[in-house]
C-alpha cells in the first residue's frame, strides 16, 4: 500500500457536476481527490482486505441471532425496550438486507483491523462503485495509468444484482433528508441501480413520509409505500413520532431493523468476546467493563456516533484528541488504539463494501485528523502488480 500523485484530469468537475455529483466539494472543503491514488497489489487486496472483509460479516451475521434473543444485549446497545421486538421479529423474517461498510486500519504492514460496521446508512457508495471507476478508466485512456491497472470494484454489479432479489411487484420508494447533497446524490444513485435492476422507484423526502387512515406508511399521492431505501438511521426512526408504525409495517423498510444491532459500536466488544485475539478484530469493550483499564492506547466512541463526533482518542492513557458533537448519553465503548495509514496528506480509513453478503469494492478517505470526520477526502485506488 503507497500513496501516489497523478495528474488530475482537467475536466473533472464539469464530470462530477454531470453525473450529479454535486457534492465534491462539501462544507467549503474540497472532498473529491483526482491527483492521488492508493497502490495496492492484487495479493495485498486478496489476503488482506476482500478475504477478512468476507470473513467478518459472516461473523456478524453470525451474532445477529444471539444478539436479537437477548433482552441484556439489547439494552447494551440501546435499543428501546418497546421496540425490541421489532428488530427480532425482522431477524426471524429473514428481511432482506443491501449492503454495509466496514471501515478497517490497515497502513500496509500486519493484518486489517476493524474500526466499525458502518452496516445501516454508509455514505460514499457513488464515489466507490462508479466515480472512482471512471476516474480509472480517463487516467489509463491519458496515459497516467498502465493498460490492464485495476481496482476492487464491483460494487455497482452487485448493487444492481442485489436490487434483482426483491420482488418487482410494487414500487421501490427511496427517501433521504434532501437538504443534505450527500445524502441525495447516494439515494439517487441507489434508485438507479434498482431501476437497472427493473423496479418502478419513485423518490421522496423521509420527511414527506406519511401514515394513512389504516395506520400503514404512505407517500404524497396517499400509495401505499410498501418497500422503501431509507437513507436514515433505524436510531432515528425508533425515536421518531411515527415509530409505532414499526411494529407492524417495519418490513417496509431497507435497511431492516435487524441491521439496527450490526451498526452499533456495541457490536465491536460483542464480536471481540465471541471473537478474541481474532487477527482482524481490535480488544474492545463496554464502557463499564473493568477489561478495558488494562488499555493505555484506546478510542471511547458513543454506540451510536456518526461522522467521528463525541470520539476520543488516548495514547498512554492521555488524550490526545477528542472531536464534538451530540452523542454519547447512549453509552460507549473502548476500542484498542490501532495506527491508519499516514501520509503527508493525513491518515487514511478503508472503507470496505459488502453488498447483499459479498465483498466487493474499496474506497478511501483521508483526514488531516486522527478522527475521520466529515472533512474526509476521498481518494481512489489502483491494483497494480
Not at 491497472?149 to 444492481?160: A, G, I, K, P, Y
Not at 437538504?179 to 441525495?184: Q, T
Not at 408504525?245 to 456495541?266: D, I, R
Amino acid at each position: 500500500m503507497r500513496r501516489i500523485s497523478i495528474p488530475p484530469r482537467p475536466d473533472w468537475r464539469e464530470k462530477a457536476n454531470a453525473v450529479g455529483f454535486s457534492f465534491h466539494e462539501m462544507y467549503g472543503e474540497p472532498y473529491w481527490v483526482d491527483d492521488a491514488a492508493y497502490c495496492f497489489e492484487l495479493e495485498e487486496i486478496e489476503s488482506e482486505i476482500e478475504g477478512p472483509s468476507q470473513e467478518l460479516h459472516e461473523m456478524c451475521l453470525d451474532l445477529v441471532d444471539d444478539i436479537v434473543r437477548s433482552e441484556q444485549a439489547l439494552d447494551q446497545l440501546a435499543i428501546p425496550r418497546e421496540f425490541q421486538d421489532v428488530v427480532r421479529r425482522s431477524w426471524e423474517r429473514e428481511d432482506r438486507h443491501l449492503y454495509g461498510r466496514f471501515d478497517l486500519a490497515y497502513d500496509g504492514s500486519g493484518p486489517a483491523k476493524l474500526l466499525e460496521y458502518n452496516a445501516d446508512t454508509p455514505t460514499s457508495v457513488f464515489e466507490t462503485a462508479y466515480f472512482q471507476f471512471n476516474w480509472l478508466t480517463d487516467q489509463i485512456t491519458a496515459g497516467n495509468l498502465a493498460p490492464g491497472t485495476d481496482q476492487f470494484n464491483s460494487v455497482q454489479e452487485c448493487l444492481v444484482e442485489a436490487f434483482s432479489q426483491f420482488s418487482r411487484d410494487r414500487i421501490f420508494h427511496f427517501a433521504a433528508i434532501t437538504d443534505s447533497a450527500e445524502d441525495l446524490g447516494t439515494t439517487v444513485y441507489l434508485m438507479d441501480c434498482a431501476i437497472q435492476a427493473g423496479h418502478r422507484a419513485q423518490f421522496l423526502d423521509v420527511r414527506e413520509i406519511g401514515v394513512d387512515d389504516q395506520g400503514r406508511y404512505a407517500d404524497l399521492q396517499n400509495r401505499v409505500i410498501e418497500r422503501c431505501f431509507k437513507l436514515y438511521p433505524w436510531e432515528f426512526m425508533l425515536r421518531e413520532t411515527y415509530a409505532a408504525q414499526l411494529v407492524e409495517h417495519s418490513a417496509v423498510f431497507v435497511e431492516p431493523a435487524w441491521k439496527a444491532v450490526l451498526s452499533n459500536k456495541g457490536l465491536l466488544p460483542l464480536l471481540w468476546r465471541r471473537h478474541r485475539n481474532h487477527p482482524n478484530l481490535l480488544p474492545s469493550f463496554f464502557a463499564d467493563d473493568p477489561k478495558a483499564t488494562a488499555l493505555s492506547d484506546y478510542v471511547i466512541k458513543p454506540l451510536l456516533s456518526r461522522e467521528g463526533e463525541n470520539v476520543h482518542l488516548f495514547r498512554s492513557g492521555q488524550e490526545v484528541i477528542s472531536a464534538p458533537g451530540d452523542y454519547g448519553a447512549e453509552g460507549s465503548v473502548i476500542q484498542a488504539y490501532a495506527p491508519l495509514f499516514k501520509s503527508h496528506a493525513g491518515h487514511a480509513v478503508l472503507g470496505s463494501w459488502i453488498v447483499g453478503d459479498r465483498a466487493c469494492g474499496l474506497g478511501i478517505r483521508e483526514d488531516r485528523s486522527l478522527i475521520t470526520a466529515n472533512l474526509a477526502r476521498y481518494v481512489p485506488h489502483v491494483i497494480m502488480g
